[in-house]
């Protein structure tokens, strides 16, 4: 059993045909077979689908959140095994000129990120989650807008543990303190 990356991707289409393409992909359950095959026949094959597409299979369930068929462009989220599609990304790119500006996020290995993937750049930033307060506040001034903004209700759940953290920290001391003043006027 995987754990699951959770995408966020804007994607744009250089043409209505090639958009066309997409949706009817997304909708069939077909997106990283259809613009990224993995062989000849498209037999799905483990180790070719961890090197071609840098994850294990299709997502199962998009949502798509937006869409705007004049601009040939679409919102969608899913979830992926393990990684982001980065690989579909830069295959779409390279053979349909499709643009793509994606944030992920995999809390179980606890990394996040962005990428992009048009004709004048390829990117792909990847970070470990912050593991206290310094951290998330020198993080959030690094990763821009936009990474921030998606990763918000991430930062929240992480703030609340840290309290929580504090709090169990605090009560710890305080039992071990009075724990410590019963023993020593018992001698």
Not at 44 to 73: F, G, Q
Not at 107 to 113: D, L
Not at 140 to 155: V, Y
Not at 159 to 168: A, F, P, T
């Amino acid at each position: 059993m995987p754990n699951w990356c959770y995408n966020f991707a804007e994607i744009t289409c250089p043409a209505k045909d090639v958009y066309n393409k997409l949706i009817d992909s997304i909708a069939n359950k077909c997106w990283f077979t259809t613009f990224a095959p993995l062989n000849v026949d498209n037999k799905w094959d483990y180790n070719k689908a961890i090197e071609r597409w840098k994850t294990k299979w299709d997502p199962d369930s998009i949502e798509i959140v937006n869409k705007d068929d004049e601009l040939c462009t679409i919102e969608i989220s899913f979830e992926t095994a393990w990684t982001p599609p980065i690989g579909v990304y830069s295959i779409m790119n390279k053979n349909y000129n499709i643009e793509t500006i994606a944030y992920y996020e995999e809390s179980g290995c606890e990394f996040f990120g962005k990428c992009i993937f048009s004709k004048y750049e390829e990117i792909d930033e990847t970070y470990d989650f912050p593991s206290n307060k310094e951290e998330l506040n020198e993080t959030r001034n690094i990763i821009g807008r936009e990474l921030d903004e998606f990763m918000n209700s991430t930062w929240e759940e992480l703030q609340e543990r840290w309290r929580d953290d504090d709090k169990e920290d605090a009560e710890e001391d305080t039992e071990h303190d009075h724990f410590a003043e019963d023993n020593t006027t018992k001698v």
